[in-house]
């Protein structure tokens, strides 16, 4: 499912002594079926920029086309050089009344999913959404249940608290009451903060799974190894702005990235690169962790 920004702007505190800007006429298009990796600093517009993604937060001015759906601010009127706020929350009202539709098909995870839980058993909570969206008892269970299945929860957990699991188990009861409501696009806030090696090994390959059968990954992280192993884009924020849209190959290889930015690629890319400057003839394309790398070792060995 194609998503569309066009010149959008938003601003916190819009006239106000704090008034910050967070995104800067920012344009940006998420092709269909995509995986992409939202990269920045804290404060570069990350976190502002998912939450355009299914109406959370409504652009101060611009556009926004998702897959159809239109979240249109460009006609807001500007006084006097600025918005004028009081156009804007008569545009956002107007548009909040038809958001609903558009949550069920972009599903946002935030970095503590314990702020997306809230009910007093797993199943309960899993099945709120489809519920929520109108489904029956018995639809919305069934939902539940197959969505708590996808994500490895047994049954034994489901008549249990979340609030008892692991942060690991939290964050995937977290993603099946998204993907109870069968989305199209997932996004997530930080996915693999918190997470042990173990943990974040096996939430990444649900993620590729799920990528695998269809769904659209959009991951907002500072974690560069998961990156350079599973993202297939690379879309760097600063100031709101986009300063670098290609794959995270072409990412960790330019000198412009490398010499300007404070974000350091992967230690083993590093590593990579190092070989390769002196002389050893490693394909980069194949090098996503360490395992990789001593695979592609051995094979210019045998080469040689």
Excluded: W
């Amino acid at each position: 499912m194609p998503i569309n920004l066009s010149h959008v702007t938003y601003i916190y505190d819009l006239h106000r002594p704090s008034e910050k800007m967070a995104l800067n006429d920012l344009s940006l298009v998420f092709e269909d079926h995509t995986f992409t990796a939202l990269i920045g600093q804290t404060g570069s517009g990350k976190s502002t920029l998912i939450q355009q993604l299914n109406g959370l937060l409504l652009p101060t001015y611009g556009k926004i086309d998702i897959n159809g759906y239109l979240i249109d601010m460009t006609l807001v009127t500007k006084k006097n050089g600025k918005i004028d706020s009081g156009a804007m929350k008569a545009k956002h009202r107007k548009k909040l009344k038809d958001i609903k539709s558009l949550r069920k098909r972009v599903g946002i995870i935030f970095q503590f999913p314990e702020y997306q839980i809230f009910e007093e058993t797993v199943l309960k909570d899993v099945a709120f959404g489809p519920k929520n969206f109108g489904k029956k008892e018995e639809e919305a269970l069934k939902d539940a249940k197959d969505a708590l299945r996808l994500v490895g929860i047994d049954e034994s957990y489901y008549e249990r608290s979340p609030f008892e699991l692991s942060g690991g188990e939290k964050r995937r009861v977290a993603i099946a009451g998204i993907l109870a409501l069968h989305p199209d696009v997932l996004v997530l806030d930080e996915p693999t903060v918190g997470l042990d090696a173990e943990g974040e090994s096996n939430l990444m390959s649900l993620l590729v799974s799920l990528y695998e059968k269809g769904t659209s990954l959009i991951l907002s992280t500072h974690n560069m190894d998961v990156v350079l192993h599973y993202a297939k884009r690379a879309i760097v924020l600063e100031n709101g702005k986009v300063v670098y849209d290609t794959t995270p190959l072409e990412l960790f290889q330019s000198k412009s990235f490398l010499e300007n930015s404070s974000i350091l690629p992967p230690k083993v890319f590093c590593f990579a690169m190092d070989l390769k400057k002196k002389g050893l003839p490693i394909d980069l394309a194949k090098v996503k962790d360490v395992d990789s790398l001593a695979d592609e070792i051995l094979r210019v060995k045998k080469v040689s």
